[in-house]
């Protein structure tokens, strides 16, 4: 299978109107290995074949499954190791300190594909918190993909996706066999809460977060996209809470109210 240049740019043209996330030229590879894909899975002879039905009914439910086959991203348990040990090491334990008397922790996994992020996340405050009943814990995880939710808030994986990164004795602590795959615990399972979210849209209504994680998001859109995204998240956020990006990513040159900071050796960002 194939794609035409027209096709690039008509796919480019409906991902971008949905979801603002650039695609050019440059990235036929993953236009046409994800669009690939998906015309199999429909049973499409073609990505000819896919994209002229994209091109009948533009606005029908195609659509948003070209959408999340292009923004479905590559993830996995303790991904850059190095925001989860500044988040274990120091962020966690300075936050249960400040927020010792309201005993509470709002924390936002943004594009958290199939769940690895937030459940690497909820292990990490399991490990420090244990069985403490008295604080709440919210974790949202968001995504626009809808399949990716759904196997988020399921917490299955595979023997692949568990041997990447998970460390053994968490696997041994927090999943069960399900099958030939692995479910994770209840308990993580209750604290991550998941919900459909167009980043390029006005957030609905949410928290004040004390975390977020908007890691390898924002290379996806253009500058002023970025700024829209940013500025929302300074809402969301509260004044003393910690930005996580992806290793690529930065504010500088596109919001400079966020300040960046080295904890351990992770780079997070904190508002003025």
Avoid at 222 to 251: C, H, M, N, W
Wanted: glycine share 4%; with cysteine.
């Amino acid at each position: 299978m194939t794609i035409s240049g027209p096709d690039i740019d008509f796919v480019s043209q409906i991902v971008r109107q949905r979801a603002a996330i650039v695609l050019d030229r440059s990235k036929e590879y993953l236009i046409e290995s994800r669009l690939q894909t998906l015309a199999r899975e429909r049973g499409d002879a073609s990505i000819t074949e896919l994209v002229s039905k994209l091109r009948q009914a533009p606005h029908g439910p195609l659509r948003d499954q070209v959408v999340e086959a292009m923004t479905t991203n590559e993830t996995s348990f303790f991904r850059d190791i190095h925001p989860f040990r500044a988040l274990s090491d120091q962020i966690l334990p300075e936050l249960l300190v400040q927020r010792g008397r309201e005993r509470s922790l709002n924390i936002w996994c943004a594009a958290c594909s199939s769940g690895q992020e937030p459940y690497t996340i909820a292990m990490s405050i399991q490990e420090l918190i244990g069985a403490e009943p008295s604080w709440r814990v919210r974790l949202l995880a968001t995504d626009i993909d809808t399949q990716m939710l759904t196997r988020t808030k399921e917490g299955i994986y595979n023997q692949f996706e568990v041997n990447r990164g998970l460390p053994a004795q968490l696997l041994v602590r927090y999943f069960a066999r399900h099958g030939m795959n692995y479910q994770i615990d209840a308990r993580l399972r209750n604290m991550v809460e998941t919900k459909f979210m167009n980043l390029a849209e006005p957030f609905p209504p949410m928290p004040q977060m004390d975390v977020v994680f908007l890691r390898n998001v924002l290379i996806y859109f253009d500058v002023e996209t970025k700024k829209q995204i940013l500025a929302q998240v300074k809402k969301i956020i509260r004044p003393d809470g910690y930005l996580f990006l992806g290793g690529a990513e930065t504010t500088m040159n596109v919001d400079d109210q966020w300040i960046r900071h080295t904890v351990g050796r992770a780079t997070v960002y904190k508002l003025q």
